[in-house]
């Protein structure tokens, strides 16, 4: 299978505990998005990189998330002192650049306990 | 900013019967738009697109959608649900220089017998 990998498919954390998502795009794409998807909504912007550099940051990414996609390919989320808030499913999705056309993961539910 | 507005966030259809899905973009510059569908714990998959050219878009599974703009808005149809049409559909235009999606809260279709 080529499309877009997601690890783990779910994670239950404690509060107050770090933990990271891993995110395999599709070969050659070079542009990689993140997304936050709570119970009822729609997914909502958190990131993207343009091979390795993350050219923007959504106001939702607070100072506990990071992103990093340190050579251009496969990138991961990581939350620090996670909250109950941040119990949801983190999407990834990636793009062959100026396509307009995103490809997505089956995402990583967190659950914060 | 693009948005769109998804009105119903619930639709219910008997199987073979004509689902229409409605989907309005705020916008005065039409802008590239999508429609994703998702099943229950899965990631989203392309339905369809509309870039330019015509304003009738085909997409898989049966289903279409037509660009309006003087109306602003881009409504799925499928002339006859199936029971596997059953799950949550999002419209979203693309937004920003990085080509991110910005999604509508989504509508769940329902299909009965």
């Known amino acids: 299978d080529t499309g877009v990998s997601q690890n783990p498919r779910h994670k239950i954390t404690k509060r107050g505990q770090n933990v990271t998502f891993r995110c395999d795009p599709i070969?050659?794409?070079?542009?990689l998005y993140w997304y936050r998807q709570t119970l009822g909504q729609g997914p909502e912007f958190l990131t993207y990189f343009q091979n390795e550099a993350q050219l923007e940051k959504s106001r939702l990414l607070s100072d506990r998330f990071s992103a990093e996609r340190p050579k251009g390919s496969f990138s991961t989320l990581e939350i620090q002192r996670t909250e109950q808030g941040d119990s949801a499913m983190y999407l990834c999705a990636s793009s062959p650049q100026d396509s307009g056309l995103s490809f997505f993961g089956q995402g990583t539910r967190l659950t914060v306990v | 900013a693009q948005s769109v507005t998804q009105l119903g966030s619930h639709v219910s259809v008997s199987e073979g019967a004509l689902v229409l899905l409605r989907c309005n973009y705020s916008?005065?510059?039409?802008?590239?738009l999508f429609w994703y569908v998702q099943y229950p714990n899965q990631g989203l998959q392309l339905l369809l697109k509309y870039t330019t050219g015509a304003t009738l878009v085909k997409g898989i599974n049966g289903f279409e959608a037509e660009f309006k703009k003087s109306e602003t808005s881009f409504h799925l149809t499928k002339p006859s649900a199936h029971m596997s049409d059953a799950a949550e559909y999002f419209c979203a235009p693309l937004t920003g220089g990085g080509n991110k999606l910005t999604f509508g809260t989504g509508t769940q279709l329902k299909v009965e017998l």
């Open positions: 070969s050659e794409h070079n542009r």
């Open positions: 916008s005065s510059v039409p802008p590239y």
